[in-house]
């Protein structure tokens, strides 16, 4: 069974562009959250969707923004980019968004360097 | 608010010693934790997790973690270390507010095991 896979893999971007990632869940799951790493840090939580509805979001401008599809893929986009969004950004499914110990698969991310 | 903190950003052990990687929690509800391993230039991939069962708990790879209420603790183990074994080791709690789930990790804790 293919696991939660992400698109691209790497990305070169420069100041003030805009980037969008893709994610596909794994099949039947219906929730996906987004990630952030930056170097030697832990993964902070960006959004969550579930249904196509965002049910969460973490502490991040609006140059973030997400969406989920019918087919429960989702997009992150990121405009006018700063040096500091420069970081993995790992995408995870969930079977659903509210069971508490929910296990949520992580995809191997994209890595993303602003220059 | 949930939080955890992971004592130690690196771990040095010889290949056969026991590994201890330290995780202590704050939550104000019953936690649900978790402990995820990720090698170089990959994802997040799930260890092993707490969800309020057994408090001692088997994970993969020979991994087991001890939920200790009194300690607020959570502590990786391993009694025998493998080459393998070398990665970044984070442990998360599961915070559920504002009606979904969302992980928070912890820095990290990177291991590396000699010869």
């Known amino acids: 069974d293919a696991g939660v896979t992400q698109s691209p893999t790497h990305l070169i971007k420069t100041r003030g562009q805009h980037v969008t990632l893709r994610c596909s869940p794994i099949?039947?799951?219906?929730?996906v959250s987004w990630y952030q790493q930056v170097l030697g840090q832990g993964p902070q939580f960006i959004f969550q969707?579930?249904?196509?509805?965002?049910?969460g979001r973490g502490n991040f401008p609006d140059r973030f923004s997400a969406r989920q599809f019918p087919n429960y893929s989702s997009e992150l986009n990121v405009n006018a980019l700063l040096l500091g969004d420069s970081a993995l950004y790992l995408c995870?499914?969930?079977?659903?968004?509210?069971?508490?110990?929910?296990?949520?698969?992580f995809g191997p991310g994209t890595r993303l360097t602003v220059l | 608010a949930q939080s955890v903190t992971q004592l130690g950003s690196h771990v040095s052990v010889s290949e056969g010693a026991l590994v201890l990687l330290r995780c202590n929690y704050s939550?104000?509800?019953?936690?649900?934790l978790f402990w995820y391993v990720q090698y170089p230039n990959q994802g997040l991939q799930l260890l092993l997790k707490?969800?309020?069962?057994?408090?001692l708990v088997k994970g993969i790879n020979g991994f087991e973690a001890e939920f200790k209420k009194s300690e607020t603790s959570f502590h990786l183990t391993k009694p025998s270390a493998h080459m393998r074994d070398a990665a970044e080791y984070f442990c998360?709690?599961?915070?559920?507010?504002?009606?979904?789930?969302?992980?928070?990790f912890g820095a990290g804790t990177r291991l590396a095991v000699h010869p």
């Open positions: 998360a709690v599961t915070s559920f507010s504002g009606g979904y789930n969302k992980l928070i």
């Open positions: 939550s104000s509800v019953p936690p649900y």
């Open positions: 969707y579930y249904e196509k509805e965002e049910r």
């Open positions: 099949s039947g799951h219906k929730s």
């Open positions: 995870a499914s969930s079977l659903e968004d509210r069971a508490v110990g929910n296990e949520q698969f």
């Open positions: 707490y969800t309020s069962a057994a408090t």
